[in-house]
């Protein structure tokens, strides 16, 4: 389930944990960022890229990295694929989930679960533009010299229960995503950086099919 979540999570578009506030300050010109972000938001059809994940465990004193790579196509198509150390394999094709873990195979289907409408829910504001209007979330911005931070709060039950915050850094220049990081509950955090991106090159929908 948790990495069902996350990888709708990422569609949200990118992250520094609470911690990492420290440095940013409130955007001093947030209706002109809504407007930039929205425009850039619409402009982007697809994207294309290799990540590393690190996962930090409150358990543990060292960090569980992964590697993969990473494709996004409107609307609500979206492949993460793990190679290192393992591979894992987690496709989303509007409203429905392939999971592919090792030979075991898994399809799901987004509206048989209220937490899955949610995120899907940020999904579509998050490629909108409109993610400041989410009653699910309460959203602040901020800003240093080089970067934006979206700093998205639960507020519902349902999504509290897997996140305390979910943070999304973004490039001032390009508006491209750098990281995504959400912490969890129990003191655990994802951080996903994106690199060797691509934006707008032609994807094909067979990279999204689910058989």
């Known amino acids: 389930m948790r990495k069902i979540v996350l990888m709708l999570?990422?569609?949200i578009s990118g992250v520094t944990a609470q911690a990492q506030l420290t440095g940013y300050t409130p955007v001093a010109d947030l209706p002109k960022?809504?407007?930039q972000f929205a425009v850039i938001a619409k402009k982007t059809q697809t994207i294309k890229s290799d990540f590393i994940q690190e996962k930090n465990l409150s358990m543990l004193s060292e960090k569980i990295v992964?590697?993969?790579?990473?494709?996004?196509?409107k609307d609500n198509m979206l492949r993460m694929e793990y190679?290192?150390?393992f591979?894992?394999?987690m496709i989303l094709n509007k409203d429905n989930i392939y999971i592919k873990d090792g030979q075991k195979e898994n399809k799901v289907s987004t509206k048989s679960n209220k937490l899955f409408q949610q995120i899907n829910k940020i999904t579509i504001d998050c490629v909108q533009g409109t993610v400041f209007s989410n009653s699910d979330f309460i959203t602040k911005a901020y800003e240093n010299k080089n970067?934006?931070?979206i700093e998205l709060m639960p507020v519902g039950k349902t999504l509290k229960e897997f996140f305390k915050t979910i943070n999304v850094t973004i490039d001032k220049n390009s508006y491209e995503v750098i990281t995504i990081e959400m912490g969890e509950n129990s003191g655990d955090n994802t951080i996903i950086r994106f690199t060797n991106r691509e934006i707008n090159t032609p994807i094909?929908?067979?990279i999204f099919a689910i058989k």
């Not at 992964?66 to 196509?73: A, L, Q, Y």
């Open 66 to 73: 992964s590697k993969g790579k990473f494709w996004f196509k």
């Open 204 to 206: 094909p929908d067979a």
């Open 83 to 85: 190679n290192k150390p």
């Open 147 to 149: 970067t934006y931070l």
């Open 33 to 35: 960022f809504k407007e």
């Open 87 to 89: 591979e894992y394999l």
């Open 9 to 11: 999570s990422i569609l």
